[in-house]
């Protein structure tokens, strides 16, 4: 009987990874297509001044409304496309609607929140990021600042792995020359957070959900995360928290001075289209 269950097991186990790596499979043949047919599409979630309750500026989220898929959150896909080579485009993509959007509205002489964009790990080590970051900065023309570019430390980390042209700090530098605003995404979840503070001066500390959460349940990690926003804003960074669900929360970070903050209390992600009347509702804080 000991024998019978454990073939079972196996059995089990073969189906689901074979499914899995079909999965993979069948969305690899389809993500080519799926960027040419609009199927990803660009949500907004709103960032707070908490002090003010204003929109201060918003993130640009990934989605795929995939006809054979469904609608699928970046969790399902991010991993693979990273992985293939693929996030290179999509976001170039992301971005390109991002600064668009941008365009339009100050064309029609609206007012605009800077809205920032992921970037995978890849990019810093493709050889023509820069240029290419370049091109579609001349391209937009946008005002300083209208675009955010979110790194995490992954990305410096696999970076200084590979024998890549520029070093990290250079990117930095060059892309903030080019008027991109820079947030370090994900802080606190690495091991070289401090190290990426010390050698990569950005404009936005954008502190882990995660850590909010431990905060709230030990003394201990709410005095690092204390100490935290408090380096954060002795370098001159905006500090902002991830993934504020409660008042309670809210309180906490108001209490600790970490005036920034974004999270479903605030407002969930939503289709770039409802964006604007949003805006509209909320006053924009200039
Ligand atoms: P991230 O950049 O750290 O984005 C924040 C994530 O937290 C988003 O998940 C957002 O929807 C979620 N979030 C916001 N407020 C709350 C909250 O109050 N509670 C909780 N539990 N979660 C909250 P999402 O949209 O599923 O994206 C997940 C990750 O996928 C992102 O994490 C980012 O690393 C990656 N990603 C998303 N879009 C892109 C993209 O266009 N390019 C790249 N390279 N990565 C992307
Ligand atoms: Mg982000
Ligand atoms: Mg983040
Ligand atoms: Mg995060």
């Known amino acids: 009987a000991e024998s019978v269950s454990h073939d079972k097991e ?11 790596l079909l999965y993979r499979k069948q969305m690899e043949d389809l993500m ?8 990803f599409q660009v949500y907004l979630q709103p960032k707070y ?4 309750q204003t929109i201060v500026a918003a993130e640009a989220l990934v989605r795929w409304q995939s006809p054979e898929l469904g609608f699928l959150m970046p969790a399902k896909f991010m991993h693979l496309f990273e992985h293939n080579g693929f996030a290179v485009q999509l976001d170039y993509y992301m971005l390109e609607t991002v600064c668009q959007y941008q365009q339009e509205r100050l064309a029609r ?3 605009i929140v800077p809205i920032a964009v992921n970037q995978s790990g890849l990019h810093i080590t493709e050889e023509n990021y820069l240029a290419h970051m370049q091109d579609i900065a001349d391209k937009y023309q946008l005002p300083n600042g209208s675009i955010e570019l979110e790194l995490t430390e992954t990305a410096f980390i696999d970076y200084s792995a590979n024998d890549a042209r520029y070093d990290a700090a250079t990117i930095v530098a060059q892309l903030r020359h080019m008027g991109f605003c820079l947030s370090m995404d994900d802080f606190c979840t690495g091991y070289s957070s401090i190290a990426m503070l010390q050698n990569l001066p950005m404009d936005v500390m954008k502190i882990d959900r995660t850590m ?3 905060a709230e349940k030990s003394p201990r990690s709410l005095t690092i995360l204390r100490h935290i926003v408090e380096l954060g804003k002795s370098l001159n960074m905006k500090v902002l928290t991830e993934g504020i669900e409660t008042r309670q929360q809210e309180k906490l970070l108001l209490a600790i001075g970490c005036r920034f903050g974004q999270g479903f209390l605030f407002a969930r992600p939503m289709p770039l289209a409802n964006f604007a009347a949003f805006l509209e509702k909320h006053s924009i804080k200039s």
């Open 212 to 214: 909010l959460l431990a």
């Open 109 to 111: 002489g609206e007012a």
């Open 49 to 52: 001044d908490i002090e003010t």
């Open 32 to 39: 080519g297509k799926a960027l040419k047919n609009g199927e």
């Open 10 to 20: 196996i059995s089990t186990y073969n189906t689901s990874l074979r499914e899995r």
